[in-house]
Structure formats: structure tokens, C-alpha cells
């Protein structure tokens, strides 16, 4: 596609619920990233892929966040049992060599 | 390890001069500067790769001190369209991304 996507754009979930949110990047981005941003707060690194080697996963917060690329290509990031302070907005971006990163739109999550 | 960055909040009128900076307590590889305004996802400003010069367009341009592990971008002129908030994102080594808090720039008119 022309950019990244990320879906949902907004996801409502009670307390104690799983979610799954969705990135979709660039073609041909090999690198993608996971970043978090809690109202008025800055990018908050969780996760960074890389071709196929082993993702670095030095920034998620608890076990109960996970997150998969499949082929290379989307990105899935998971949130077990979610907490009120999970609330945020979850933002990807791809990245092609030494170059940008294109951010998604992003999905704000909010957890009742 | 996250770059610091300075001022946090700085509130300008049309055609002011503003200066953000970003540093490091490591060696760094790259600086990249983005801009988000409110509701949207950042944008990417420009990129200053360790051994590069000063880059810039227009009235916004930025600077990286390898010694000091530093970055400062500046806003010369400001304009209604500058104001969001700025982050810097260092590399310590390729792809190891990292984002200060961000500083937050209003520009009145």
C-alpha cells in the first residue's frame, strides 16, 4: 500500500480482556517497530523487528504483551488480560535501511 | 536508554527563533527528528548521520555534535505551522531506535 495501516483505529476493551492490534507496513520495510504513547507522553519503545533475525523485545512492559511478524510483513502485537494503564496509543512504523521511519496512524486503545 | 531532551515546553510568537535539544550519554550512530501535531502520528523532519553535516530545509535545521553527543534543531521565523510536538530519535547502533519525551512547541501569532 501507499503507507502504513494499522488497525483498529480505536479499540474500546473491558478490563481483563485480550486485544490484538494490527500493522500493515511500507512494502519492502524490513524493519518495523512497536511504540506506545500514553496521553500527552512520549514514544515509549516496546518492540523492533528485523528481517528475520530474533526480535528485540527489550521494551515490553510485562509478559502479558507479545507481538509476531508474519512473513516478513504484518505485524501483530497482543495485550493479555488488559489493564486500565494499558490505555494508550499504539503506533508502528516501518523502515527501509538507513532511511526514516513511516509511522502508522496508530490504534488508540482505552481498557474500561 | 531513552535521549533527554530540553526544553520540555516552549511557547513562541510568529517569527521567534526556538532551539530544541537532544542528548545522549552514549555515542551515537544517527539523530532523527520528528514532528506530531496533535492527533496524528509524527513526521519525519530530517536525519543526521554520525560524520554528516548540518541539515536543514527551509527555516528548520539541525545540527549533531559527535563529541558531545548531542543534536539541536532549529526554528528560525516561526510560523502557526510549526507548533506540535518535536522528538529526537538516536541510534546508538543502526535500527536501535530510541525517542526523548518530546518538547512541546506553540507558536501564537
Known amino acids: 500500500g501507499a503507507g502504513v495501516s494499522q488497525s483498529p483505529s480505536n479499540k474500546v476493551t473491558e478490563k481483563g480482556k485480550d486485544v490484538e492490534l494490527r500493522c500493515d507496513p511500507i512494502s519492502g520495510h524490513t524493519a518495523l517497530y512497536w511504540y506506545r504513547q500514553s496521553l500527552g507522553q512520549g514514544l515509549e519503545f516496546l518492540i523492533y523487528?528485523?528481517?528475520?533475525?530474533?526480535?528485540?523485545k527489550s521494551g515490553l512492559p510485562s509478559d502479558r504483551f507479545s507481538a509476531e511478524r508474519t512473513g516478513g510483513s504484518v505485524s501483530t502485537l497482543t495485550i493479555q488480560r488488559t489493564q486500565q494503564e494499558d490505555s494508550a496509543v499504539y503506533l508502528c512504523?516501518?523502515?527501509?535501511?538507513?532511511?526514516?521511519?513511516?509511522f502508522g496512524p496508530g490504534t488508540r486503545l482505552t481498557v474500561l | 536508554q531513552q535521549p533527554v531532551q530540553s526544553p520540555q515546553a516552549v511557547i513562541l510568537r510568529e517569527g521567534e527563533d526556538a532551539v530544541i535539544n537532544c542528548s545522549s550519554s552514549?555515542?551515537?550512530?544517527?539523530v532523527h527528528w520528528y514532528r506530531q501535531k496533535h492527533g496524528e502520528a509524527p513526521v519525519f523532519l530530517m536525519i543526521l548521520l554520525k560524520g554528516g553535516e548540518q541539515k536543514g530545509h527551509e527555516k528548520i535545521s539541525a545540527s549533531f555534535n559527535e563529541k558531545k553527543q548531542q543534536s539541536s534543531l532549529y526554528l528560525t521565523a516561526s510560523q502557526l505551522s510549526y507548533s506540535g510536538t518535536y522528538f529526537c530519535g538516536t541510534e546508538w547502533f543502526r535500527d536501535d531506535m530510541r525517542f526523548g519525551a518530546g518538547t512541546r512547541l506553540t507558536v501564537k501569532p
Open positions: 523487528f528485523q528481517g528475520n533475525s530474533a526480535p528485540d
Open positions: 512504523a516501518g523502515r527501509a535501511g538507513l532511511r526514516t521511519q513511516y
Open positions: 552514549k555515542a551515537l550512530y544517527s
